[in-house]
């Protein structure tokens, strides 16, 4: 393999272990970069951020070999210039390591098996030597502090120790490089987070933190401003497939960054206030199942309620139970339709009732790629498009066309696969799916994940615009600042139990951290049962 020798161009070519020049990428006729420019140094941590759909994940996937870019693009791995496209293999063998978003593990395999699936390559004459891999592995782990038993599954761990696995196994890749086994090596991380809670995106980011210590670089794709302060040394911003600046994170405010990444300033959105409805449009009674132990609210007409809580606290369960996607007990009653047992509910039942939900792993639960957008925008309403000829062809494309226009999404294209457009305008079409519906209690999980600043903001408005024409949302996230911009009741959970409820003025982004650490201080100013009704 041609490997940059140790001694060389890692060490002479000043601190650049990467540089990526006027690196140009089409999908057909479209231009998605348009000759962007980055470099890395030694032991950085660089942010890459930019609009949904603004080309980040396509310049990783041409560092990783997936794209092709056009002649006249340049990478530089530690000083040499490589064919492009890259080859995979050999990037990874030179010191590039991926993490993707899904992590990409097997979840009834073993950690070991997670592991070694990456390791397919070593010579192994005598076969895989059980006992010794396992040592290694766990020698890894506690040389980050961690504690994770080689031989359990994947299902059996935590969300951040799944991210940890994924992270460790691309780590140890990186140090069976060349590049690795002096101290280098690049990681790369795109969107590793969201679906972790705040306590434990400040795990990983220790964790990121002492890998870069060791030598090693990070570029890091995220949406989520307050990780990119907290973590990055400077941050590219990508805008339109060009890359729009570049600074260093010390030297600039949350509010410049917000400002580059959309192009201009933009404010955040301000929902009008509502009065409360006295209706209640849904009673849950006893709700349980998973690691939720029973929960019991009433929801009215027009209200936005949010449930929260550390991970594993039983809050995620409530969007799943209620739609009848999870198996549980417990009573939902809708207005004055005969209640529904939960452990007799369907998906079928709870949209006949006129419930929706937007599920937090979209690709897999809530459409599907391999169909255009026009398909999976209008699968719901296919009744309504019904003539006496059959389906109505022309309504089709026109209300796909109205959604791409209400929820602003990009490309505005009916025909194209939805696996093509980037993951926050797939999540705009779901949306705007569901809002056409006007359902009469909207269950969201994590609902603006993977979406850019300004495209929430969006998100918002149309949720908001939703509420007021009577739809209620129930929205289960760990995002506190969503939560506190959205909600106007907020329940958290611990153990499986609501243990606090945040309305008023208590109702801010630190008010719902504090309650989610279970400070008791919180909890006895804002007792649960007086704001629970
Ligand atoms: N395989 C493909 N075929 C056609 N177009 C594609 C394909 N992959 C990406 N694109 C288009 O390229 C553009 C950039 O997408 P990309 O996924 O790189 O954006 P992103 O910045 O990573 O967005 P997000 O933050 O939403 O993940 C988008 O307009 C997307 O629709």
């Known amino acids: 393999m041609n490997v940059a020798p140790l001694t060389s ?24 970069l348009k000759g962007v420019s980055i470099h890395l140094k030694r032991a950085e941590i660089l942010g890459l951020l930019g609009q949904n759909g603004s080309g980040k994940s396509t310049l990783i996937k041409v560092l990783a070999g997936f794209n ?23 990037i990874r063998g030179m010191g590039v390591s991926f993490v993707h978003q899904h992590l990409a593990l097997i979840p009834s395999l073993s950690v070991a098996d997670n592991m070694l699936v990456a390791d397919d390559a070593r010579p192994r004459p005598f076969g895989i030597r059980w006992r010794q891999e396992r040592a290694a592995m766990r020698k890894l782990f506690e040389e980050f502090g961690l504690q994770i038993e080689p031989s359990d599954t994947v299902e059996q761990l935590s969300p951040v120790e799944r991210a940890y696995v994924a992270i460790l196994r691309a780590l140890a890749e990186l140090r069976r490089s060349e590049a690795g086994r002096s101290g280098e090596g690049i990681l790369v991380l795109d969107e590793p987070t969201p679906f972790l809670s705040a306590e434990d995106v400040d795990k990983l980011f220790t964790l990121l933190r002492q890998i870069k210590k060791t030598g090693a670089s990070v570029i890091i794709v995220t949406h989520d401003i307050d990780e990119v302060l907290a973590i990055t040394d400077r941050v590219a911003i990508m ?3 060009r890359v729009g600046a570049v600074m260093t994170t010390a ?16 404010a955040p959105y301000e929902r009008a206030p509502r009065t409360a409805s006295e209706d209640v449009v849904a009673r849950i009674e006893g709700l349980s199942g998973g690691r939720l132990a029973g929960f019991d609210a009433s929801l ?13 606290s039983g809050f995620a369960e409530v969007p799943y139970l209620l739609f009848g996607a999870m198996a549980g007990q417990g009573r939902l009653s809708l207005g004055d339709q005969t209640p529904v047992e939960i452990k007799r509910h369907s ?21 599907i790629g391999g169909l255009t957008v026009e398909e999976n925008a209008t699968f719901l309403g296919l009744g309504r498009m019904r003539g006496r000829l059959g389906l109505r062809r022309t309504a089709l494309t026109e209300s796909t066309a109205d959604l791409i226009r209400t929820y602003d999404v990009r490309p505005a294209r009916t025909e194209v696969n939805l696996s093509t457009l980037s993951g926050g305008n797939q999540q705009k079409v779901i949306m705007g799916k569901w809002l056409a519906e006007a359902p009469k209690l909207l269950l969201l999980d994590e609902p603006t994940q993977g979406v850019d600043y300004g495209a929430r903001q969006q998100i918002f408005a149309a949720l908001d615009q939703a509420v007021g024409q009577g739809t209620t949302i129930l929205c289960a996230s760990t995002d506190y600042e969503q939560l506190a911009q959205m909600c106007d009741r907020v329940f958290v959970f611990h153990r499986g139990q609501a243990v606090a409820c945040l309305s008023g003025a208590a109702l801010t982004r630190e008010g719902i951290a504090r309650a989610c650490f279970h400070d008791p201080g919180v909890a006895n100013t804002n007792p649960l049962k007086e704001a629970a009704q």
């Open 300 to 312: 009215h007409r027009s209200e936005v309620v949010g449930v929260t809580g550390l991970i594993g």
């Open 9 to 32: 161009p890692v060490s002479q070519h000043e601190a650049d272990v990467l540089r990526m020049a006027d690196v140009r990428m089409k999908f057909g006729p479209v231009e998605v």
């Open 68 to 90: 092709s870019p056009e002649p006249g693009s340049k990478v530089t791995l530690w000083g040499e210039t490589l064919p492009l496209p890259l080859d995979p293999a050999r």
């Open 251 to 266: 030297e600039t405010s949350r509010q410049k960054v917000l400002d580059t990444i959309v192009g201009r300033a933009i």
């Open 347 to 367: 998906p079928d039942r709870a949209i006949r009732a006129g419930l929706g939900l937007i599920p937090g792993d979209r690709m897999h639960q809530s459409c």
């Open 239 to 241: 805008r339109d497939g």
